[in-house]
Every structure is written in structure tokens, then in C-alpha cells.
């Protein structure tokens, strides 16, 4: 079946290539249906047994999205939409499945409609599943967007009180976030209500459109936004501290291995010792030193260990800096828990070997019924990690070969810097 779907006459007539693309895209949405259809079975089957089995009926089915999200090698995070999505589907929008499944609306296009109707009801969901998708040809040629805008418009006519009060709750979740770019670049993201969202954009507009030294307009919003935020020039230095792991050889010689900046990733070598020579040069900051030693195959850090029930400060530093992110497959959230893998109640030490850097969700989720995470050391003294769900399944996940380590000073900049050596 897998080759049949992976081979491809590259030497076949563009009218047969195109029906070749055509019949895999159709393919694809089936496949996605499919999932869905998996999924809800999966929480359903899941639900039922531990109902027999008197688990409280709020602790059901907890672990069955990260299951969905192991299997199909995608974050928790994503997991959770992937349930909720088949759960809504197989129960509530048969029509959505079908156009689904048919291949006239493609995964994500079916995601926006079952966005859109979260708020409400199970009667007005049904509804507008109905006007939307029962007359599949009303959907040939409909991007996201208009998918995503016909969905709300008929949200909005059954229940306008659901979709105002589902916009006021989204206030609530306002936030930034921050990710790597590419070129040692980061992409700062706010989520906000849309007036101010505008708002903030149209002052950062303005003082694009009022100066003229020479700076391309984004350059100039972007550099308003740093001086506003942070009160200082964008050409000066700001008050925060900047994280970075590099070897000797690479601090002190030309070696290009790169360097890494927690939190974000890696960095080339010649930009790690730019920043450092920097914060040196800077008489407002200082660069302090930690001497880190490692494994001299992997690079995999030496280990630590405690008698306390719950990791010392310092540990669980260590183990923050061993994972870098959570250690669950496929999650790169960050990490903010440092917890027992084998759990303390059975026996589990707090050692770095069985200690895991998760995020929260998946910290939790391994302590619902049926999980196990087991963890050990190979012989290149890397830290290895395996997860079984309660299905029997295995997925294992490793330590990066190096790790992010912080020494920080309390001045204006701050540079920490980690040099990896090989222990003897």
C-alpha cells in the first residue's frame, strides 16, 4: 500500500501527474477521517473501561490525547485538537466527516469548521454542520479563509450570545511567546484582543512612517518595539541575561561547533563569540564561567544525585539543562517541571538518571494509569528515556548530546557562559 502511494511515473504525461496529485490529496483527507474516526473509538473504549474499573469520572480518559499525539508523532498540544476534532466529528458533524472523507474539504479546512462552532451547542453545532456541508459542491473552491468566515457568519446567526462570550473569554488567554528563527533570529509573538493588537501595530506604523535615517521601514518598527518595550535605545544594551553553552575549543580557537542559547537553540560559533567578546568589552556587563564536564562520547553531562524526596534547586537545574525541552516524543515545549521518571512512591530515586524535564501536561499525563517511563543510560552515557502507554506501546526519546548551562551575574547584560570538557 505504501509504495503504491509513494511511486510515481516521473516520466507520466502532466495531465496524468496532476490526476496523481489530485487522487493523493483525496487520499490524504480520507486517511485524516480515518484518524478521527480512531480517535474517538480510542477515548470512547478507553472511557468505558475505566468507568468499570471506578476511576472518577474526571480522571477519564486522561492520557488518551498524548497516546493520539505519540502515534501520530505530533505534539500534546496537538494531540488535544486531534482528539477534540474526531471526538466532534464521529459524534456531532457527520456531514463535515463526510465531505472529509470524500476529499472535498482537507483536514485543517474541516479544523476551521470545527473551530468555529466549539461554542456552541450540541443542537446548533449539528445545524450548522448541516448548512454548511450537507450539499458537498458548496465547498468546491472554498480557501481557509472563506471556510473559516462561513463558519462563523452561521455561528454568529444560530447563537450570537455564545460567539460575543466566546470572544470575551479569548481575551483571557492573551500571552507572548517567543521561538527560533533561522540566522540567530527570533520570531516574538503577542496574542492580543484585536483593538489593542491593532493598536500596538498602528504606533509601530507611525514611527515607521515619521522617520527617515536610512533603516527599511520593518527595521525601523522593529527597533521602535524593542526601545518601547524595554526603554533603551535598540542599539544599546538591555537589561537581561543571555544563557550560552559553547565548548573551550570553540570560545577559545576557531572551531565552528555551535554554540547554544537557552531557550532558543543553536547559534553559530562566530556569532557565540561575537556576543561574548561583547559582554567582556562592555563595561556594564560581565561574563562568568562555569566549567561543565562531560561524557567524552556523547557529551552527555556527569550525573548528580540527591537523598531529598523532591530535586534540590541545583539538580533540577541540571536536569533543565540536560533536556533542554520536554523529554515526551515529538513535545518541544519547554520544560517546567524537573520530576521522577520512575515516580519516588515506587522506589524511583532522585538521581539526574531518573530525573525528566517535562512540560507540565506531560509531567501529569505520565502519571495517569497504564503509563510507565523508564529511563536509563547507554554506553555513549547518554540519557535515554522510554515511554509505554497503556496500549503497550513504546516511544523513546534522548538527552541532546549537549545541553544549555547558565552562570549569571547581576548586572545590566548578563552573559553566562559553559564550557563542555571531557571528563577523565
Sequence with gaps: MFEYFATVDSAAEETAL?????????????????????????????????AAAGVP???????????????????????????GFGKALVREMPHTLAALEQGLLSEWRATLIVRESACLDVEDRQALDAELCSDPTGLEGMGNARVAAAARAIAYRLDPHAVVDRAAKAETERTVTIRPAPDAMTWLTALLPVAKGVSVYAALRRAADTTFDGRARGQVMADALVERITGQPADMACPV??????????LLSDDDTPADISGYGPIPAAVARGLVSAAISDPRSRATLRRLYTHPGSGALVAMESRARRFPRGLATFIGLRDQRCRTPYCDAPIRHRDHATPHAQGGLTAVAN??????????????????????????????????????????????PRAPTVTISELEVKVGIALLQHAA
Design 18 to 50: 496532476i490526476e496523481r496529485i489530485a487522487e493523493l490529496e483525496r487520499v490524504k483527507s480520507a486517511a485524516a477521517a480515518g484518524q478521527a474516526r480512531a480517535a474517538a473509538a480510542l477515548d470512547a473504549s478507553r472511557r468505558a473501561a475505566e
Design 57 to 83: 469520572a474526571a480522571e477519564r480518559g486522561r492520557g488518551v490525547a498524548s497516546e493520539v499525539a505519540l502515534a501520530r508523532r505530533d505534539s500534546p498540544a496537538l494531540g488535544s485538537r486531534h482528539l
Design 241 to 250: 541575561e543571555v544563557n550560552v553553552v559553547l565548548s573551550d575549543h570553540t
Design 355 to 400: 530525573g525528566l524535564g517535562s512540560c507540565e501536561r506531560c509531567n501529569y499525563v505520565k502519571e495517569a494509569p497504564g503509563w510507565r517511563v523508564s529511563t536509563n543510560v547507554d554506553e555513549s552515557g547518554r540519557h535515554t528515556a522510554k515511554f509505554t502507554t497503556p496500549t503497550g506501546d513504546e516511544y523513546r526519546s534522548a538527552a541532546p
